[in-house]
């Protein structure tokens, strides 16, 4: 589960994407990519710097919880939305509302195994990566709506 959390496989996913639209020749996928990663840049940014202060939720690995097994160090002192969850589901609906469903399901699996990693780890609650996954599917919608222009450029 520390794998699957980690920075490391969030790569290696990234570089088999690209690699695959690559070896395809895809040049939708590969601007459908840059704009997932557009969107996760955004989610991240925006739910670290300004929603977690706001809510200000203390992680479970934070508090004095008997119940709480924390299998690697705690993050830091919030932890609402979790940032894992809303960058997985950010890149999986980005590729969703560019009509990559099977990729979007893919990643949307590995969003799902992420956030239950976080929870298994100790450093989310379960409302914490539900409000994750809001969040990126949220801001991938946005990123949808706006690229709209692109969208019946390069997608018709």
């Given at each position: 589960m520390g794998f699957v959390s980690s920075e490391a496989f969030g790569i290696l996913f990234a570089i088999f994407l690209f690699l695959y639209a690559a070896l395809r020749r895809d040049r939708t996928l590969l601007i459908t990519?840059?704009?997932?990663?557009?969107s996760l840049a955004?989610?991240?940014f925006f739910s670290y710097q300004y929603l977690k202060p706001f809510f200000a939720r203390v992680r479970p690995c934070q508090q004095t919880l008997i119940e709480v097994r924390q299998v690697f160090g705690c993050?830091?002192?919030y932890g609402f939305p979790s940032n894992h969850?809303?960058?997985?589901?950010?890149v999986a609906a980005t590729l969703y509302f560019f009509s990559y469903k099977r990729l979007a399901l893919a990643a949307g699996v590995i969003?799902?195994?992420v956030?239950?990693?976080r929870i298994y780890?100790?450093?989310?609650y379960p409302g914490d990566i539900l409000?994750?996954?809001?969040?990126?599917?949220?801001?991938?919608?946005?990123?949808?709506y706006v690229c709209r222009p692109l969208r019946l450029k390069f997608y018709t």
């Open positions: 990519l840059l704009l997932a990663a557009v955004v989610v991240d993050a830091g002192l969850a809303a960058n997985g589901m950010a969003a799902l195994l956030g239950f990693s780890l100790g450093v989310h409000g994750g996954y809001l969040t990126g599917i949220l801001v991938a919608g946005l990123l949808a």
